[in-house]
């Protein structure tokens, strides 16, 4: 009984946190991409009296620099989102791939391709990003491109060991019974099945790829020529007391997106399997 | 007997025991060590023997998901045991296999047609319509139902899933098919079933079938004759109604013993084996089963190693004891009298 209950109230709550993913994944696409036709400023530009508190002209308020806080807002969050899906998707891709050929190739390419991702893994992501900001200038492709290149290891790791779970399986045996070649099999049998678990990993990666841009951004290494959720935290901070919007607003724009993409992908996992779909 | 499809010629597979840490081979295990036999055109020989006895392995050389370590299976002319490139691929399409458990053996995320279809995709048969056509008449074949072709597998039960396994098995019109356990992971009552579907399929598509099950009623059922494997060897090969009803080796006797007979009042000579299956690591010295052999005589089972040998003149039954059809008959225990 008393089971049932609890189940229930499970059941309930997942179906809540895929809700909740979906709406604050979409409020943020939605802010990113449509957000002139709510704050039409230039977010570089002093538009007004500095530090206004959030008003009918401006819903968020005015920065210490008299800026429009939300068309700055909306401009950050777009900085975020991008930086945030390069990186889960090519490390994705990259770390897909090399997990899907070290698991599949097994032997010498396995224990090449395994080294070299622990010593990817081993690099300290943030002050690699620090070392490339000081030797190569802070833009913002250079961030991408770093976290792109050290994110793929821990979902290379992953994938291969679903590959090698997966592989082994009769229905593998099967199509390589019929005639399909290695690379049938890689990418017909054994890629599809061994994809579900990197899907909930891409969105705890598309959270900490913000999170390192909003923290060098704070650090005030981040791009200047871009408006960065960080960097607004960061200029936030003297007035806390006084303007306390500043801090606020792009704090809680960079909380619910992580957040909201974490449960998105985490109930994305179950969408695609197959199992929960169809006639029932 | 008619003219073999399929000639197994000291047939090997060794797998290399690693350990340490520099992962060097430190022994093998012998899973398949020399095997022989013949299977006929159009007959279904049965491979019965314990968990671990290698006749999965031996099932798994014939269609050559595993490559053998030594021998030859001669299919028409070919050997499927060294054959490689486009010669293997031709190889595919004529001998195929029924796998063991219909829930590993299907792809979750692919439509039971598209499975069924693979076949026909990689070897380039048919256009569209035609690959379309073909599954819905296999599908047909196997008891199903032609739109069951867009479901996915954990749409279906057991019993069907294992259909679906026969179907994409049969689509390339294979003349030889390996079935590993197609039953044993069934219920008893769908078992039968299938079993008769297997054996209606091979009078209608002409199928040579060699039937690896550990229940021996299962294959007494289906096969015309049946081979007893114990530790990688063939123990005895026989009719299967020579084999039932008199069984040479002490093994096989023992092994037809344990199957129950439905008659509680019904009572009979329980030849009981003590001990386990040695490790196939480090197999007995001699014969391999004399540790466990009622009638084993020290001195010479366990020296030395016996091959199958004709029971008797003009006979196909073969076994392989020195005490019932080697040179050492007179020191049967059992049989003073022949």
Same mark, same amino acid.
């Given at each position: 009984?008393?089971?049932?209950?609890?189940?229930?109230?499970?059941?309930?709550?997942?179906?809540?946190?895929?809700?909740?993913?979906?709406?604050?994944?979409?409020?943020?696409?939605?802010?990113?991409?449509?957000?002139?036709?709510?704050?039409?400023?230039?977010?570089?530009?002093?538009?007004?009296?500095?530090?206004?508190?959030?008003?009918?002209?401006?819903?968020?308020?005015?920065?210490?620099?008299?800026?429009?806080?939300?068309?700055?807002?909306?401009?950050?969050?777009?900085?975020?989102?991008?930086?945030?899906?390069?990186?889960?998707?090519?490390?994705?891709?990259?770390?897909?791939?090399?997990?899907?050929?070290?698991?599949?190739?097994?032997?010498?390419?396995?224990?090449?391709?395994?080294?070299?991702?622990?010593?990817?893994?081993?690099?300290?992501?943030?002050?690699?990003?620090?070392?490339?900001?000081?030797?190569?200038?802070?833009?913002?492709?250079?961030?991408?491109?770093?976290?792109?290149?050290?994110?793929?290891?821990?979902?290379?790791?992953?994938?291969?060991?679903?590959?090698?779970?997966?592989?082994?399986?009769?229905?593998?045996?099967?199509?390589?019974?019929?005639?399909?070649?290695?690379?049938?099999?890689?990418?017909?049998?054994?890629?599809?099945?061994?994809?579900?678990?990197?899907?909930?990993?891409?969105?705890?990666?598309?959270?900490?790829?913000?999170?390192?841009?909003?923290?060098?951004?704070?650090?005030?290494?981040?791009?200047?020529?871009?408006?960065?959720?960080?960097q607004m935290l960061s200029r936030a901070q003297p007035f806390m007391r006084t303007a306390w919007w500043m801090a606020i607003f792009p704090g809680l724009a960079l909380a619910m997106t992580i957040l909201?993409?974490?449960?998105?992908?985490?109930?994305?996992?179950?969408?695609?399997?197959?199992?929960?779909?169809?006639?029932? | %007997?008619? $003219?073999?499809?399929?000639?197994? =010629?000291?047939?090997?597979?060794? #797998? *290399?025991?690693?350990?340490?840490?520099? !992962? /060097?081979?430190?022994?093998?295990?012998?899973?398949?060590?020399?095997?022989?036999?013949?299977?006929?055109?159009?007959?279904?020989?049965?491979?019965?023997?314990?968990?671990?006895?290698?006749?999965?392995?031996?099932?798994?050389?014939?269609?050559?998901?595993?490559?053998?370590?030594?021998?030859?299976?001669?299919?028409?002319?070919?050997?499927?045991?060294?054959?490689?490139?486009?010669?293997?691929?031709?190889?595919?399409?004529?001998?195929?296999?029924?796998?063991?458990?219909?829930?590993?053996?299907?792809?979750?995320?692919?439509?039971?047609?598209?499975?069924?279809?693979?076949?026909?995709?990689?070897?380039?048969?048919?256009?569209?319509?035609?690959?379309?056509?073909?599954?819905?008449? %296999?599908? $047909?074949?196997?008891?199903?139902? =032609?739109?069951?072709?867009?479901? #996915? *597998?954990?749409?279906?039960?057991?019993? !069907? /899933?294992?259909?679906?396994?026969?179907?994409?098995?049969?689509?390339?019109?294979?003349?030889?098919?390996?079935?590993?356990?197609?039953?044993?992971?069934?219920?008893?009552?769908?078992?039968?079933?299938?079993?008769?579907?297997?054996?209606?399929?091979?009078?209608?598509?002409?199928?040579?079938?060699?039937?690896?099950?550990?229940?021996?009623?299962?294959?007494?059922?289906?096969?015309?004759?049946?081979?007893?494997?114990?530790?990688?060897?063939?123990?005895?090969?026989?009719?299967?109604?020579?084999?039932?009803?008199?069984?040479?080796?002490?093994?096989?006797?023992?092994?037809?013993?344990?199957?129950?007979?439905?008659?509680?009042?019904?009572?009979?000579?329980?030849?009981?084996?003590?001990?386990?299956?040695?490790?196939?690591?480090?197999?007995?010295?001699?014969?391999? #089963?004399?540790?466990?052999?009622?009638?084993?005589?020290?001195?010479?089972?366990?020296?030395?190693?016996?091959?199958?040998?004709?029971?008797?003149?003009?006979?196909?039954?073969?076994?392989?004891?020195?005490?019932?059809?080697?040179?050492?008959?007179?020191?049967?225990?059992?049989?003073?009298?022949?």
């Amino acid at each position: 009984m008393s089971e049932t209950l609890l189940n229930r109230r499970r059941r309930r709550w997942r179906l809540d946190a895929r809700a909740v993913g979906l709406v604050l994944t979409v409020a943020a696409i939605l802010i990113a991409a449509l957000g002139a036709l709510i704050a039409p400023f230039d977010p570089f530009d002093t538009v007004n009296t500095a530090l206004l508190a959030p008003s009918a002209d401006h819903l968020l308020g005015t920065d210490d620099l008299g800026r429009d806080l939300l068309s700055r807002l909306v401009a950050g969050l777009r900085v975020s989102l991008v930086v945030g899906l390069v990186v889960a998707l090519s490390s994705m891709v990259i770390g897909g791939f090399v997990g899907l050929v070290a698991g599949s190739l097994g032997g010498r390419a396995d224990d090449l391709l395994m080294r070299f991702a622990e010593l990817i893994q081993i690099l300290p992501r943030f002050f690699l990003a620090l070392l490339v900001v000081a030797l190569f200038g802070s833009s913002l492709v250079n961030l991408i491109v770093v976290l792109a290149l050290t994110s793929w290891a821990v979902t290379a790791r992953i994938m291969r060991s679903r590959v090698l779970v997966v592989k082994e399986l009769e229905f593998v045996e099967a199509s390589r019974a019929i005639g399909a070649g290695d690379l049938r099999i890689m990418v017909r049998s054994i890629a599809p099945n061994a994809l579900a678990p990197i899907v909930s990993l891409v969105g705890l990666q598309f959270g900490g790829a913000i999170l390192v841009e909003a923290g060098l951004s704070f650090l005030g290494l981040g791009d200047p020529n871009v408006v960065s959720l960080g960097q607004m935290l960061s200029r936030a901070q003297p007035f806390m007391r006084t303007a306390w919007w500043m801090a606020i607003f792009p704090g809680l724009a960079l909380a619910m997106t992580i957040l909201g993409v974490n449960l998105l992908a985490d109930s994305l996992n179950r969408f695609l399997d197959p199992r929960s779909i169809g006639p029932r | %007997m008619t $003219e073999p499809l399929v000639q197994v =010629r000291n047939l090997e597979k060794h #797998f *290399p025991v690693r350990g340490g840490v520099l !992962q /060097r081979t430190t022994g093998w295990v012998k899973a398949v060590t020399g095997v022989s036999f013949d299977i006929a055109k159009g007959e279904t020989l049965g491979l019965v023997g314990e968990s671990g006895c290698g006749k999965s392995t031996l099932g798994r050389m014939l269609v050559r998901l595993l490559d053998p370590t030594g021998g030859s299976i001669l299919f028409e002319n070919v050997d499927i045991a060294t054959a490689s490139g486009n010669e293997l691929k031709t190889l595919r399409r004529d001998v195929q296999m029924i796998f063991q458990d219909p829930y590993s053996s299907l792809d979750p995320r692919t439509q039971v047609g598209s499975s069924i279809a693979e076949g026909l995709k990689i070897h380039g048969i048919g256009d569209s319509d035609e690959v379309q056509e073909r599954v819905s008449e %296999m599908l $047909e074949l196997v008891g199903l139902e =032609r739109h069951h072709a867009s479901r #996915f *597998p954990h749409e279906f039960s057991g019993g !069907q /899933r294992q259909r679906i396994g026969i179907a994409r098995a049969l689509i390339l019109r294979p003349r030889f098919v390996v079935a590993d356990e197609p039953v044993s992971a069934l219920d008893v009552s769908v078992q039968a079933q299938v079993l008769n579907l297997l054996s209606e399929l091979q009078q209608e598509l002409d199928l040579t079938l060699l039937f690896i099950a550990h229940n021996l009623a299962v294959v007494e059922h289906v096969s015309d004759r049946v081979a007893v494997m114990y530790l990688g060897d063939i123990v005895e090969i026989a009719h299967r109604d020579d084999l039932y009803r008199e069984p040479q080796h002490p093994y096989t006797e023992a092994l037809l013993s344990a199957i129950p007979i439905p008659d509680p009042t019904l009572k009979r000579d329980r030849v009981v084996l003590v001990g386990d299956v040695p490790s196939p690591l480090n197999p007995p010295t001699g014969c391999k #089963f004399h540790p466990r052999c009622p009638i084993a005589h020290l001195g010479v089972c366990d020296i030395e190693t016996p091959h199958l040998e004709y029971v008797a003149e003009g006979s196909i039954h073969e076994a392989s004891c020195h005490l019932r059809t080697g040179a050492y008959r007179h020191l049967d225990p059992s049989r003073t009298n022949t």
